[in-house]
């Protein structure tokens, strides 16, 4: 056992802590976010110049080489910036899907562009029936000559708007809601047959309802086996909770730093609020519910390093319940704190509480991931 | 001891559906209650609602008789607030019907009740409260806005904030600092009737979460206000504003609009698609622990409003109403949020980019501002943690 | 609407308010519950004489006319003292089933004896393999000529060891766990066939595991409907759900107050312990839930009183749900402000912790009434 | 970073299992662990597990090598006290190994530390713990027992309370008031080696909730302490002590305890007869819940431990082990008695009726023990209010 990071591991949080507090204050990522894409193209070049954007990818494919405790370093610092550049859906989701399931062709036609930062990326999988089950789909690809014919619906596909490049999954046989018969094609956003509905989100992300009428696939759309895309999903979407769970300890941090820092120079009834006792335990259950969220986070990235499978999976499942709970226990009680103030559109303070609450909504909440543990 | 309804009292419940069945009919309801928007200027529909609830007297109800009250029995009152929010009525602003009329038909002169409490009841008049300073918060005694005698005016010079609804409000009661060497913080407040259009003040927007503006700050800088519209006597505002505050915690129960909404989840959870929700142990089970929690505090209430009718004003025992009901208002959003799903990510605000109209479930949007502006719920008012150093100081005895 | 007492209820509540504050003091009970018997034959004749023994049943049968708001004021005085006299199984149960169920024949044979307090009752129903299913039943009645033969295991009966009147559900008909075929039998304690072991429980009751090996009974004994017990045993034991709630609410009551009264006196650090703001803040969550356990111990006692039925049935499973987890929170830190006190057996705090935890259990805890709440 | 055992650290376990096999056969076990009730006089079973660790050296893992310890890495203990713990293996009493040791190896004089750490060492003496005393609960250092010295030795008057095992205890190591006219409560008090055999110490059995006697009270009349005895230097106890206490709280942690528990529990759940906990959502959520924190707390306590490993002592994070290990321990202790159904009722206990042995299914009298005197588990070793007190100023800065 050890809880050390390695030296390249340490070099990349340096790297992004400094970016973070020298680039991405507070009020330049309000401008970011009130952006029309949402998030800043300088930033992506950024990115994509320091090498961020090939992190997990392998070094044969022009990436960095790094594994689950690299992404959870970087993500850990971008949830202390809010930041909001698409990485997870591009890169941990789009590319996850190349990293894990793509065939040599496949990698090589699209990693390069997204570790160059030309490249955006999403992955089309909820729909509205379907709540949090990856195999709840009545989207359709029907065998068509060489390749598919796509048809249905996907519901708040996160970055759609700026995606290039789509992940879709589909139902290729089976039942509505059959763990066989799920599968996932490469999709170019731009195809004929692809129309979207583009609109924010609560923690200022850019999402899409995206119809697909006819959208005709040729074969070497499909990404792993025809009919057993429902093991892939997993294997990509663990990896990308780890992030936005890692985010969400991040601004768990801000949030309760912060908060203490507020209390102790806000002063009511003649006196620094941070003296009121309640208020000061209450500081103390934040810090301990962040403590134990960090834990989890650890132990989540050391599993999915060790090679994923049922204990990975069931790890990351425990990191996202805690998650859930820690954040909107930290994140309220944030708001709560700040009295009238965490309530402003102005203060950095709200924003960090939509983007947890937010967070435990996305890939299944606490409930879904509680029994999700269970049946592991 | 009984919970049904008399002869007389299920009369008067047929009455009051009717009644609301002719004015208020189905069409464009929304739920109403205190953590909704605040109304902005009035629709058709509103004026007509509140024209016949003037015309019947019911526009009051909790006033004296005297002044214009029904002088119903907490059973009347009781059905009255359960059946206009259930049927989503409009809700008169609280703040000139149920806070302030209070302060002026207990310590105003008779010119001012002449003056002030027709158009309250009349709903023809808006009031906001300039309570709140920067930087005081729930703190209400450290007030720094000066009031100056200079002859039959006060001059009045500050600033106050979280005003709600003082962009639409005709006028503001306010609390003024009129003399500066006291001993206690709380002596030197006086109680002032401000008109809005006074020369001096300015009011600028605070966007909240989840808020599409409710909120303000507003200065004021050399503001005249006649002495006329001086509440009672110079430097006791404190008593006037702290019997007021009482009235505050009883309103901000919200409990039938917290049913309406357990309702409409209910009904959502059992509606859902492939029924994944209304077959959810888990989901279920926290459905049912509101409901009952809600049916304890609405029989809390029911106590407290017994009491009321022996004894008059509602004890510090308000506070648990505001405490609980402000929690459950706050799980019931949560749980709302939870029945969404992946829904409860959009947020097509004008806000932000535009806005093209609702994606998602219908009232999905409106479920994420309640959710968020509902935050506020146990924070202003007095925050929950100040209701609770209420409860332990006037009922524990610390 | 009306929310005040009669005058005979108020009498009712003043005598036994009167009769525990001068004869039920905490070291008198003590002495009460270390006798053999459990509880004081003295105090019983006490209790038939002031006449409330009969509160619950009709004039006609020799009682008092009572409603449920009647019994719910004297538990609530009950569970102020910790009362252990075994009300609820002689006069709530046993009783109860004959005023519910019984002919004028059985009526007539046993209620004369509860009132004048010479009989005592308990009612045999749990089985090791039920949990809180009353009709989860292995225990057999089996036609034999003119009547039945007994057999089977009854596990925890309250109040076994001092009853002479039994009340014994057993399976007439169906399977295991069917809603009908369940019957009721008034069996005689000191029957052939039945023999038992007896012991206390954590609150300082007394119970008895039965076993009734071929034990005989004439026709007469059934109670009710052959094969139609259930709904008579959900109305009796709503009834005496009511009752053990409103205890739990009395001793609710005393715990907030004497944990207020100690930490007003006791000092640490130098103050009365009651200055710290997070103990004051726990009791004042202490008193809401006391509050509102007794909002929904008026609203069951009303609805019970307004006639039997599904809408008093979901309001008494509410009201064991909040007193269930009022009882938990206000039992549990009681103990928690009391200190190392608190935890001692000399004190009386931690017996009224122990009957509210016991209560929690008894006719079903928290999560079985709230399915049952949910299932109304 | 990883969380996989290496070679060498799968040899050790593999060793550590080994030993466990010879030393503590399956025979007889039971969850030992910091809330259990502490062993009064040996069984020979443990008795022989003692002189095993004894020979192999193992007696004392934590403490430094020069004085008998083992010198493990962190991994080392972490394996050592998982195997141990599934393994119910006995518990050393915590009060000489764990809490008195470190002071005699830190402050005590090398005769002191001839003297008193060898027996330690090998199991041979008990030490009770003479801190809290009638009055002062978690405020130690309001302590008036006074120590005046004569000669060459001390004279010690006053009274201990809440003392674990003193009624088989053969020393106590107790805080006494050396000084009276300090200005800070904490200065004037010593640190003191009591024999227990001395003339003029009486205990006297306190009985605890769902405990079968472990805790005393303790007066003390006139008792005669050598100068020798003295801990370090006159009227700097506190400074012994307040080190002390953070050792205190890792040890309460008890997580692989709580683990061993929590999958009894399951199995429990899972065996039951009609299978209605086994598929009862809300339960196994509740399970779930539990395990799920206890994997966090785990993780929690391992970076704690590598933190150790850097940098010497735990600080005051460690209280995040006292607070939510008790709290843990506590739910899954309530959870066993809902399991139990009515079979949580029986307590057949000797305190009451005579003892016939146990009712309902195995080990429920035992869980009810627990539940009731693992109340105590958030009360003793500086309450959970007090263990948030400590965070707030130690890692808040408040």
Redesign the interface.
Known sequence: ??????DE?SMLKDSVERFIQNDYGFEQRQKVA?L?AGFSAENWKTFAELGWLGVPFAEADGGFGGGA?DTMLLAEQFGKGLVVEPYVPTVLLAGGFLKVAGSAEQKHKYLTGIIDGSVQGAFAF?E??????FA?LTTTAEAAGDGYTLNGYK??V?NGPAADLLVISARTSGGQ?DTEGVSLFLVDASAEGISR?????????R?S?ITLENVKLTADALIGELGGGLPIIDEVVDGAILAIGAEAVGSMEVLYKDT?EYC?TR????QPI????????R???M??EY???K??M??A???L??GYGDEAAK?VS?FK??VGKSG?FVG?NA??LH??M?????LNI?HY??RL??ID??FG?V?HH??R??SL | MNLGLDDAERAFQIDVREFIDAHWPEGAREVGGAMAHPPGRRSVAEQHWYDALCARGWSVPNWPVAHGGTGWTPTQHYIWDRETTRAECPVMSAFGARMLAPVIYAWGSTAQQAKFLPPIREARVQWCQGY?EP?????LA?LRTRAVRDGDHYVVNGAK??TTEAHVADWMFCLVRTNTTTERRQQGISFLLIDMASPGIEVHP????GDQHSVNSVTLTDVRVPVANLIGEENHGWTYAKGLLTHERTGIAGIATSQVRLGKLKQMAACE??G??AE?A??QRKLQEVEIELMALEMTELRTLATVQEGGAPGPESSILKIKGTELRQRIA?LQ??AL?????????D???GN?GP??PDGALDS?RR???G??A???GG???IQ?NIIAKAVLGF
């Open positions: 056992m050890d809880f050390s990071f390695s591991q009130a029309d405790v909820a509205p029936q379907g709540r949090f089950n709840d519901a708040v996160i809601r509905r583009d609109y924010p989100t609560v923690d200022a992300l999402a309802e203490v102790k002063e009511q009834f003649g941070g003296k009121f006792q309640v208020l000061q335990h500081m103390v259950d810090f301990m403590e134990q969220a834990s989890l650890y132990m990235a050391m599993r390093d060790e790890a425990a319940v805690q909107r309220q708001v709560q009295g009238g965490g309530m402003t559109e102005e709200g509480f939509k609450t937010m909504t996305m909440n409930d509680l029994k543990f269970g | 709140s930087g005081a918060g729930s703190d450290s904030t979280w605070i966007l909240l979460l698609q492939d994944a929700l959810d888990v989901f949560d949020i939870e799903g992946y829904y409860g990510l959009p947020y097509p605000d806000l932000l980019l093209e994606v998602g994420l959710m968020l502006y935050r506020a146990s924070i202003l925050s929950n943690e609770k």
